[in-house]
């Protein structure tokens, strides 16, 4: 049984720990030496905090002694890398923050310890978050462990890469534009983007502070449940979180669903979808109508816009993030500058790579005097007109669905020296973040042997449906249960 602890779901490790089958202590070494076998050839994990990951276990073993802590108390998982962790260094896959290592825990990180999580260390990631392949890392790029010569995703590439060849039951996530769903869809895992403000940003190291949102990364819906309970929630030290209560999520996973309306993007479902990719999409499609629910076909006009509005909101909020990286106040600090101006250039011009630099220069572009209303101002309006597309069409249905990628995981270094090429990755899932919307990848079938994504996106706030309906689907169907061989 301690050989096969991590095809194990949350819940079946939780009963276990309980039952006292193994410890925590046990269990988080089965995973830490999973991660030492294996992550050579993926290079999903940059830090692995093995130490104070076995004293969190010890801890996790006196309070299930103790008959205390919940669902999550002495769950090993793993955190994207830019979630400030105390003690333990956090690099946002970039040189700039090689040496950083926080003082203090972002929310996400003390309120899963809280739960009782056992933290194992951080995932590699695309530099700062920009990159939808995870080839942008200072660290080089995350394999897909389904075919290693293929990318993972991006930006949270090592987060799927490591849930998916079973380096850890689940790991942390951020989705500024896709990057938790996109990979979900690419490594064959279930990733959810929340609703904006619905898990906290603080000691989330902001990439576009208008859309960024963080996220559980697991095997199945009902894992994501779990972990989304303990993520989410207000914290007064983010000005973007809301004070709504928070579901309970595991509870809701087995809601009614009769009658429920699903609306079918049609603007997901045309010219630039891989016909491999829609034949699996119909497949799911057939499979979930047999939960009762009421299938029609929905509209999103504007959605053709999402990519170009988004490609000047985001660059202009991560010009103006990434300004405090100077390497006077923390970061990289260039050797024997010669003034100051020569201290900045340097220090940035040694410590970023070419996307970052690529997307802060488009920034400071568009916000700059005289066209600041041209691109900024006028891309915000597009914003909005898209998200109102979104309410007319949950006017109608209570359940978006399309694909998450329009193909599947391409080979690497294929679309490096194309970036358009790569920001169209994410065209159908950036129209969410641009909204704020609350969505969710979960496996389809898979399509030449690769994994698929099929996304069901949400109004505000209704997490508990998305996963429902990803948690009754999954109980039906056996995408989820397949996973890369030699793992």
Not at 221 to 227: G, K, S
Not at 260 to 272: N, P, S, T
Request: one cysteine or more.
């Amino acid at each position: 049984m301690m050989s096969d602890l991590h095809l194990m779901s949350i819940a079946g490790l939780s009963a276990g720990l309980r039952a006292g089958d193994f410890t925590s202590v046990e269990l988080t070494r089965h995973f830490l030496q999973r991660i030492q076998q294996f992550d050579g050839e993926l290079n999903a994990v940059l830090t692995l905090a093995e130490e104070q990951a076995l004293e969190q276990a010890k801890a996790a073993d006196e309070r299930i002694r103790a008959g205390d802590g919940g669902p999550l108390t002495g769950i090993p998982l793993l955190h994207k890398d830019i979630f400030c962790t105390q003690g333990v260094r956090t690099t946002c896959g970039s040189r700039m923050l090689d040496n950083f290592i926080s003082p203090y825990d972002a929310t996400v990180v003390s309120r899963l310890k809280d739960a009782g999580v056992v933290m194992l260390g951080k995932t590699n990631m695309d530099e700062f978050a920009m990159g939808s392949s995870n080839e942008t890392s200072f660290y080089g790029p995350v394999k897909n462990p389904w075919d290693r010569e293929r990318v993972p995703g991006g930006s949270s590439g090592g987060s799927a890469a490591a849930v998916a060849a079973r380096l850890a039951v689940a790991a942390t996530g951020t989705d500024t534009g896709g990057s938790i769903r996109q990979p979900a869809a690419l490594c064959g895992i279930t990733g959810l983007k929340p609703t904006y403000g619905r898990v906290s940003r603080y000691g989330m190291i902001a990439f576009a502070s208008s859309l960024d949102q963080a996220g559980p990364m697991t095997r199945s819906a009902e894992d994501a449940a779990h972990l989304l309970g303990a993520m989410a929630g207000f914290d007064e030290r983010d000005s973007t979180s809301v004070d709504r209560p928070v579901d309970d999520y595991a509870g809701q996973l087995n809601q009614p669903l009769k009658g429920l309306k699903i609306g079918m993007v049609k603007e997901f479902f045309g010219e630039g979808l891989n016909p491999g990719m829609n034949a699996s999409m119909q497949t799911a499609i057939d499979t979930l109508k047999t939960l009762g629910v009421e299938m029609r076909e929905v509209s999103l006009p504007n959605s053709h816009y999402s990519v170009p509005a988004y490609y000047v909101v985001a660059p202009a909020e991560c010009s103006s993030n990434l300004s405090r990286f100077d390497g006077v106040r923390f970061g990289h600090r260039c050797e024997n500058p010669q003034d100051l101006e020569d201290l900045y250039k340097r220090s940035r011009a040694e410590g970023f790579g070419p996307e970052v630099k690529r997307r802060i220069m488009i920034g400071a572009y568009a916000l700059s005097a005289g066209y600041y209303d041209a691109y900024y101002l006028k891309a915000q309006q597009v914003r909005q007109v898209i998200a109102d597309d979104f309410r007319q069409a949950f006017a109608e249905v209570d359940i978006l669905l399309g694909p998450a990628s329009p193909e599947t995981a391409f080979r690497l270094g294929e679309k490096s020296d194309d970036p358009v090429s790569m920001y169209l990755s994410d065209i159908y899932t950036i129209a969410v973040n641009l909204a704020g919307l609350p969505a969710l990848s979960m496996p389809a079938p898979m399509v030449d042997e690769l994994p698929a994504g099929l996304q069901l996106i949400g109004n505000y706030f209704e997490e508990g449906r998305l996963l429902a309906l990803a948690h009754q689907l999954q109980q039906i169907s056996d995408w989820h249960r397949q996973m890369p061989s030699g793992y």
